[in-house]
């Protein structure tokens, strides 16, 4: 059953603490992407990989990193530097490799994350 | 900058009713255009989305959009929604050489039964 997952699903942690979200695909994708999705501000991109040990930054990376070791996971931290991490997190990825008549990105299925 | 921006945020209909959400997008050059939903509880999915070509495409479970590049246009269309259409939708859009998707805010789309 090919797809995207993530987890947890719910994610509590306390201020000044870090914390890593994880996504894995099976779906043999080179590029992977974070997203964050804020109630009425759409989803916006925190770290895109296009490919293994390859990661840059997003519209809003600051107070994030990620890693790509394996092309299957591309696991995101949040740092304690992220003022305001409260939101629900979306991975996605991209097949580069199709013709842009199809290409499209597949999203997983989310980590709520709250801090406490 | 590349942008794209959604006109509604939130939308009630009652079932049987015509939809129509708007999306506009600043891109220069070829653009990618995408709609996606969120149904309550599931994942982001595709809904349809243009390339090139017609520019009318017509996507799952009876949605339509039109690509209008005078007015840079991508409206989101389905002449009858049903119940099971309520849900958050999405347009995005990405330039033709650069795979990252830009988002609008987001519609609420409520069907009332």
């Known amino acids: 059953d090919g797809g995207i997952t993530q987890s947890p699903k719910y994610l509590f942690r306390k201020e000044g603490q870090n914390v890593t979200l994880s996504c894995e695909q099976n779906l043999n994708h080179d590029a992977m992407y974070w997203y964050r999705q804020d109630p009425g501000q759409g989803l916006r991109l925190i770290y895109y990989s296009q490919i293994v040990n390859d990661f840059q930054k997003g519209d809003i990376a600051e107070g994030y990193s990620v890693s790509r070791e ?47 | 900058a590349q942008s794209v921006s959604q006109h509604n945020h939130h939308v009630i209909l009652s079932e049987a009713a015509s939809l129509e959400l708007g999306c506009n997008y600043s891109y220069g050059g070829t653009v990618n255009l995408f709609w996606y939903v969120q149904y309550p509880g599931q994942h982001l999915q595709l809904l349809l989305k243009y390339f090139s070509g017609d520019p009318l495409v017509k996507g799952i479970k009876g949605f339509e959009a039109e690509f209008i590049k005078s007015k840079f246009s991508f409206n989101l269309r389905k002449p009858s929604v049903q119940w099971s259409d309520t849900a958050e939708y999405f347009c995005a859009g990405s330039s033709i050489n650069d795979y990252k998707l830009s988002f609008g805010a987001g519609t609420t789309v409520t069907v009332r039964a």
């Not at chain 1, 097949?95 to 997983?108: A, I, K, N, V, W």
């Open chain 1, 70 to 116: 394996k092309k299957e996971s591309f696991p995101l931290t949040v740092t304690s530097a992220q003022k305001n991490p409260t939101a629900f997190y979306l991975c996605a990825s991209r097949d580069p490799r199709t013709s842009s008549s199809t290409d499209t990105q597949y999203f997983g299925p989310g980590t709520r994350l709250t801090v406490l």
